[in-house]
């Protein structure tokens, strides 16, 4: 059962590591995009749908899709690494139990 649970946390490490460079070239990509464009907004319009509907998409109408592209893929990288975390997190004190019977 140790071993298993070890094979899992390193498993879901190599995955997380993985998702992460994955989005990383994808928000990269987007981002250059939107930077070639001049477009700019901070972080609490990526949160914020009703902020960016009514401050940014007015201001740049033609980069609406690269825009919501950027901020899907910057939304889903966030949300991965928070269940990756949390799963590692929960194995990792699985195994601190274990180890210690």
């Known amino acids: 059962m140790y071993v298993l649970l070890i094979s899992i946390v390193i498993g879901l490490f190599i995955a997380m590591l993985f998702l992460n460079i994955y989005f990383r070239v994808k928000v990269m990509k987007s ?8 477009v700019e907004f901070g972080a609490a319009h990526i949160f914020n749908d009703e902020k960016m509907a ?33 799963l590692i997190t929960a194995f990792g004190a699985i195994l601190m139990w274990y180890r210690h019977e």
């Open 31 to 38: 981002y250059k995009v939107l930077i070639q464009n001049r």
């Open 54 to 86: 009514a401050e940014i998409y007015p201001r740049y109408p033609q980069q609406v899709k690269n825009i919501k592209t950027f901020v899907n893929h910057i939304r889903y990288s966030i949300k991965m690494a928070t269940v990756l975390t949390t």
